[in-house]
């Protein structure tokens, strides 16, 4: 499976609730460099998990993971701008405070899932961001992500673990 773990884009300041802060316009370009670069990519690394009988279409994600908070919900609607979800579930647990070996879990969980999903996308925040590409992706080294800084994983189900594809670079 392909897993897709970002961090949401620029947001305004702390002046408001935490949970309030919207992007700002340069939050919303980047977040819709990240659903450019996935709608050209996204499509040629599904061809390792599509099986040549079955003629799936759907060169999208198959199921995404948002935040509750309001950033990180208009980050991947701006993302949308750029390569469709099939599923869009809001997780409370995956904000700023979450737990990364819970979060991990809770991806290995839909990951194992019957729908079996061919790729999954996580638009969370940091810290949370880097701890879990870390416990998924252990060379990752738990480095910082900066604003729509996105992580692509060749994720092994049987494992929970995965390996590096590429860490993408929004711009700065």
């Not at 949970?19 to 700002?24: D, E, F, G, S």
């Not at 460099?33 to 198959?62: F, I």
């Amino acid at each position: 499976m392909i897993l897709i773990i970002m961090r949401h884009g620029e947001a305004g300041d702390f002046s408001s609730p935490d949970h309030l802060r919207q992007l700002t316009p340069r939050g919303k370009r980047q977040c819709q460099s990240v659903g450019q670069m996935l709608g050209e990519k996204l499509p040629k690394l599904l061809e390792k998990y599509t099986e040549p009988s079955n003629n799936a279409n759907h060169t999208g994600l198959d199921i995404t993971l948002v935040s509750p908070f309001l950033r990180t919900q208009q980050s991947f609607r701006a993302v949308a701008s750029g390569i469709k979800s099939a599923n869009i579930v809001t997780i409370d647990s995956i904000t700023p405070a979450g737990n990364a070996q819970q979060s991990a879990d809770l991806i290995h969980g839909y990951a194992t899932d019957s729908s079996a999903p061919r790729s999954m996308m996580v638009v969370t925040h940091m810290p949370l961001v880097s701890l879990l590409a870390d416990k998924i992706c252990p060379e990752f080294n738990a480095r910082i992500f900066e604003t729509a800084d996105t992580l692509i994983i060749d994720y092994n189900i049987s494992t929970g673990r995965g390996e590096q594809i590429e860490f993408y670079h929004s711009e700065r």
